[in-house]
């Protein structure tokens, strides 16, 4: 049984040096970054840190007393390994906090190699079950499991009463209707997996088109979605499309919306949730100073007065403006939205 | 080479259920896998009806195996996983970590292809345990297997999942019941009305993705029979053939005929065209698209 935890740590994204420099400076008690290649599960061009980068990142966060977590939480195939192996040993000259795996072989590696690191398990790790998150604090001294979003919170609870882990949840941005590292959606349609690639629905598998149907968005050649004149756009994320079943025509699997738990916050921390994580790490510095703000403000308001908290409108409202399809919902900590 | 059937992934009512094993039972296969992998409110079947259908197999000579749940997520799941991992009669497949902890270092297991088994390490790791087969992610190409097979520990079966949907990813929420505008806890078992999944088209009349349940599958047939030499010259130990609502048996027999060398691929693959759901595809054998279908040059010749 986990007591009430005095730390409740705001872990915020950072896709970049100045997108981890403002989530520090709004307020974030850890940022999660990755190195510029597939070894994590946000590999987009443009994105993610070189060791230079890194290094100035763990020195920012550190000057304020803030923590510095490294994804490293997609699985190597055999001729990748030495890569990823790399990033670990590079992780733990760099002084990270933390780093997260969901690879056990790699995960060995880094009990065996650097013995003081400290590992989290990824939400890529696909553990939904304390049976599950314990295999990988016997075997390898994790410390902390990031939990799927699949799980009711009731579900959340139970899980913590058995386990010594501390608990990450994930609390905003975009929202994996899937159970994270057991969706191949996006290799079926693109050949590139977040498990294997980093990456679900790339870019470079996307495509744009004009028609006399209306505006239709690609996945390598597959129709995700078509808008009529007036509907706002989305990314094509293969599992956010309209598609027919059956003869009728909508978003059979997720409408496009982010996560939200603002409101499960006194909840959360009454049961004792070690972290809450921003997603994100692929959006702007702006969406992350804009979300970080927000949810320091209300973790604070919420540590003052529990009893009393309340959800203030102008923070929906500012999470609302950066919200995907501008649509948020509690996801499965909420049972019936299942 | 041997060749099993995968644990049954849709949702069909007993009587349906047992006629198919007791069809499978007299079919050409070595292994099968039973048991419910999919969803914990599918209990038409008990775990004590699926030992029934274990014991009809397993005297027909077929080595029997129960496959566990992939998504574990209530206590209640997990006291139905570990009754199955304490069972004394039968060989287990693992298909979440969960289920790995409750067989580690007591008895030999089987790991699923749900486990993310994708380097040499991971895989040796799990043998140390007592993995003594697994059963390789459906993503994973032909080349990336090779390189696994370089270091296979010793004693260890590679399995592969070589005929069926692809089972590509599960969820919290049941997509079937979604359809129906039901909620999952109250699903009404809509399930039991799609004996082979509902099929998911793109607008312009693609049939991309099957629905079931919470778990979401290919709608083309993954199909290997055309790379069976690759799978043999790899050293390919057990092909998987998953069950669909029709025709099961005449596939065992076509991969069957294929293995025994009685067969030419080609023509094995023709014959089979009638008998799938849906065309065929193999792109993530070759590394591509997993919806990919590439023509083996050798087949398309003599074909």
Redesign the interface.
């Known amino acids: 049984m986990q007591p009430e935890t005095k730390k409740f740590e705001l872990v915020c994204p950072a896709g970049s040096l100045p997108a981890l420099k403002t989530a520090v400076d709004n307020g974030a008690d850890c940022v999660y970054m990755g190195f510029r290649d597939d070894t994590n599960a946000r590999n987009f061009t443009g994105l993610n840190f070189d060791l230079a980068n890194a290094k100035e990142g763990v020195r920012y966060a550190h000057a304020k007393g803030r923590k510095t977590l490294l994804a490293l939480n997609t699985y190597p195939q055999t001729s990748g390994w030495q890569r990823w192996t790399s990033a670990i040993d590079n992780a733990a000259e760099l002084g990270m906090d933390a780093v997260i795996l969901a690879d056990p072989g790699l995960m060995q590696y880094a009990a065996k190699t650097h013995p003081g690191l400290r590992l989290h398990l990824s939400v890529q790790g696909s553990a939904t079950n304390y049976e599950a998150i314990n295999f990988y604090h016997e075997h390898f001294g994790i410390q902390r499991a990031v939990v799927p979003r699949v799980l009711a919170l009731a579900q959340v609870e139970q899980l913590m009463s058995k386990t010594q882990v501390e608990i990450e949840l994930f609390g905003f941005g975009g929202l994996c209707v899937m159970v994270e590292g057991r969706c191949a959606l996006s290799s079926y349609a693109t050949g590139d997996s977040p498990n294997t690639c980093g990456v679900c629905s790339p870019p470079k598998a996307v495509r744009w088109q004009e028609t006399p149907q209306g505006l239709e968005s690609r996945l390598n050649g597959i129709l995700i979605d078509r808008y009529g004149k007036d509907e706002n756009t989305g990314y094509p994320t293969l599992c956010k499309g309209r598609f027919d079943v059956a003869g009728e025509t909508y978003y059979a699997i997720e409408e496009p919306t982010s996560l939200n738990t603002l409101e499960l916050l006194p909840e959360l921390m009454r049961m004792g949730v070690a972290a809450i994580k921003i997603e994100g790490r692929q959006r702007s510095p702006a969406y992350v100073a804009q979300v970080t703000k927000v949810w320091r403000e209300a973790i604070d308001a919420c540590r003052r007065n529990r009893e009393q908290f309340a959800v203030k409108p102008a923070w929906m409202n500012e999470l609302g403006k950066v919200s995907e399809g501008q649509q948020q919902t509690l996801g499965a900590y909420y049972r019936p939205w299942k | 080479m041997k060749l099993s059937l995968g644990p049954l992934l849709y949702y069909w009512d007993s009587e349906k259920v047992n006629a198919f094993y007791d069809a499978i039972a007299q079919s050409p296969v070595d292994i099968v896998y039973i048991g419910e992998t999919v969803c914990s409110r599918r209990h038409l079947l008990r775990l004590e009806d699926w030992l029934e259908v274990a014991k009809k197999l397993s005297d027909a000579g077929k080595e029997v195996v129960l496959s566990t749940q ?6 209640s ?2 006291k139905t ?1 570990r009754k199955i991992t304490g069972n004394v009669n039968f060989r287990v497949e693992a298909n ?7 067989l ?1 270092n007591r008895v030999p297991f089987v790991a699923g292809p ?1 486990l ?1 088994i ?9 043998a140390g345990m007592g993995a003594v087969r697994w059963v390789m ?4 190409s032909g080349a ?1 297997l090779a ?2 097979q ?1 270091s296979l520990p010793e004693g260890m079966e590679t399995e592969v999942f070589a005929y069926g949907r ?1 089972p ?8 079937t019941a ?2 129906h505008n039901l ?3 109250d699903c009404q078992f809509r399930c039991l009305d799609y004996e082979n999944g ?9 049939p ?2 099957t ?1 079931n349940g919470i778990q ?1 599958q ?1 709608a083309r047939v993954y199909n290997l029979l055309g790379e069976f030499a690759d799978l043999r010259a790899g050293g390919v130990g057990v092909v998987r053939i998953s069950p669909q609502a029709y025709h099961t048996e005449k596939i065992l027999h076509l991969f069957r005929e294929t293995l025994e060398q009685r067969l030419p691929p080609s023509l094995a693959l023709t014959q089979m065209e009638k008998l799938m759901p849906e065309l065929p595809c193999n ?2 054998w070759h ?5 990919d279908f590439i023509p083996q040059p050798a087949l398309a010749a003599s074909a």
């Open positions: 992939t998504l574990i997520e209530s206590e799941d997990l996983l979440d970590m969960g289920a790995v902890r409750l580690a749900t993310n994708y380097n040499p390490q991971t895989l040796q790791l799990l992610p459906v993503e994973m990336a390189a696994m370089q692809l590509l990813a599960f969820s919290a929420r049941c997509f979604r359809h909620q999952k806890d509902l099929t998911l088209k793109t607008r312009e009349g693609q991309f993705l629905l979401t290919s792109g993530y590394g591509k698209p997993g919806l």
